[in-house]
T-cell receptor
């Protein structure tokens, strides 16, 4: 079964706008990670946030984590056409190294 | 350059045949993973390995087998018992330590089509 579930499934915006994607999960986690995938390619790691962190930034990316609500959000500011991709959240918990992915959000940034 | 190499990129198989997908990493990572991706399904974990000579089933291990004889290599065999093997297969690796899985590094994937 998949742990994380992204919302929305698809998002279409104009260049320069901000894009927000959400991820909800069900059980306790050690960390939550966000990945990006261009069509037909492997995934690329964007950012990792630990369970004791609430917010993290990396360039135009901002990730928040609310463990009480079991949810996370990924904000991409000032989006570009090159940001067009699928974005996945992944969660890991316990003493093993199993990492479970959601179904992803397909982001389309129109020039 | 360090990274993960998957081969072949495209593979065609007849029903009833076993096929093996290769995954090699030179990142000196202990943990390695195999995921399957179907349209609209996201990534589903097939098998993962935290150390050489040890591996665990993921969520959809039936019809698949793996081995981890070397740190650098984690091949996946899709057996004839896998009822619907047509999919995009992704291999990944990560460091291990406290706090669970770290950042995963992915290969470029292998697309398997059953004819």
């Amino acid at each position: 079964s998949q742990q994380g579930e992204e919302d929305p499934q698809a998002l279409s915006i104009q260049e320069g706008e901000n894009a927000t994607m959400n991820c909800s999960y069900k059980t306790s986690i050690n960390n939550l990670q966000w990945y990006r995938q261009n069509s037909g390619r492997g995934l690329v790691h964007l950012i990792l946030i630990r369970s004791n962190e609430r917010e993290k930034h990396s360039g135009r990316l901002r990730v928040t984590l609310d463990t009480s609500k079991k949810s996370s959000s990924l904000l991409i500011t000032a989006s570009r056409a090159a940001d067009t991709a699928s974005y996945f959240c992944a969660t890991g918990g316990g003493s093993n190294y199993k990492l479970t992915f959601g179904k992803g959000t397909l982001l389309t940034v129109n020039p | 350059d360090g990274g993960i190499t998957q081969s072949p990129k495209y593979l065609f198989r007849k029903e009833g045949q076993n096929v093996t997908l290769s995954c090699e990493q030179n990142l000196n990572h202990d943990a390695m993973y195999w995921y399957r991706q179907d349209p609209g399904q996201g990534l589903r974990l097939i098998y993962y390995s935290q150390i050489v000579n040890d591996f665990q089933k993921g969520d959809i291990a039936e019809g698949y087998s793996v081995s981890r004889e070397k740190k650098e290599s984690f091949p996946l065999t899709v057996t004839s018992a896998q009822k619907n093997p047509t999919a995009f297969y992704l291999c990944a690796s990560s460091t291990t330590g406290t706090g669970g899985a770290g950042e995963l590094f992915f290969g470029e994937g292998s697309r398997l089509t059953v004819l």
